[in-house]
């Protein structure tokens, strides 16, 4: 558990560092006459994550789930992917890039990077990352739950973010 738990706290540091990124492009955004859409489902999103990485460490220990191998090192090879599609949408992006649903009226759609391929690809990284990250030491019941709650957040944040760019951002 030792690697693991390293593991899950390197994930936790990269939420840290994706906050300090997401707060400077508020400030930024803001600061362009930006507004704020999905305010009420952020605080959900946040605990998700959070619950997420406890889960990550508890589930394996109470109920005892063994580090396998054969499912172990795929999945982690899933997180790292995943980890760095975040990080390719965040740098695509730049500073339109958000934890939040921030729009700045009149910008162009990116439609560069990974976004020449998705719509929102940043959330299937965070899709993946989710059903990944607690299989990487047989924690079945954290992902499945976890993907399934995300699963309906995210039906609710694409929702709110295909109706702020349509009415923010012409096409």
Not at 32 to 57: D, Q
Not at 139 to 168: G, P, Q
């Given at each position: 558990?030792?690697?693991?738990t390293l593991?899950v706290?390197?994930v936790?540091?990269e939420?840290?560092a994706?906050l300090?990124v997401?707060r400077r492009?508020?400030?930024?955004?803001?600061a362009r006459?930006?507004v704020?859409?999905?305010r009420g489902h952020?605080?959900?999103?946040?605990?998700?994550h959070?619950?997420?990485l406890?889960?990550c460490?508890l589930?394996p220990?109470i109920?005892?789930r063994?580090?396998?191998?054969?499912?172990?090192?795929?999945?982690l090879?899933?997180?790292v992917?995943?980890?760095?599609l975040?990080?390719?949408c965040?740098t695509?992006l730049?500073?339109?890039?958000?934890?939040?649903v921030?729009?700045v009226?009149?910008?162009?759609?990116?439609?560069?990077?990974?976004?020449?391929?998705?719509r929102h690809?940043?959330?299937v990284?965070?899709?993946?990352?989710?059903?990944?990250?607690?299989?990487?030491h047989?924690a079945?019941?954290?992902?499945?739950l976890?993907s399934?709650?995300?699963?309906?957040?995210l039906t609710v944040?694409v929702?709110?973010e295909?109706?702020?760019?349509?009415?923010a951002v012409?096409?």
């Amino acid at each position: 558990m030792g690697w693991y738990t390293l593991l899950v706290l390197a994930v936790a540091v990269e939420r840290v560092a994706e906050l300090i990124v997401a707060r400077r492009n508020a400030a930024w955004t803001l600061a362009r006459a930006g507004v704020e859409y999905g305010r009420g489902h952020y605080p959900v999103m946040v605990a998700l994550h959070m619950g997420l990485l406890v889960s990550c460490l508890l589930e394996p220990v109470i109920a005892y789930r063994p580090f396998l191998p054969v499912l172990g090192w795929p999945m982690l090879v899933l997180v790292v992917l995943a980890q760095s599609l975040r990080w390719w949408c965040i740098t695509t992006l730049g500073p339109y890039w958000n934890t939040r649903v921030i729009v700045v009226a009149g910008a162009s759609l990116v439609s560069t990077g990974p976004y020449r391929f998705l719509r929102h690809p940043n959330y299937v990284a965070v899709a993946v990352e989710i059903a990944a990250l607690p299989l990487v030491h047989s924690a079945w019941m954290t992902a499945t739950l976890f993907s399934l709650a995300n699963a309906i957040l995210l039906t609710v944040r694409v929702r709110c973010e295909n109706a702020a760019l349509t009415r923010a951002v012409p096409t």
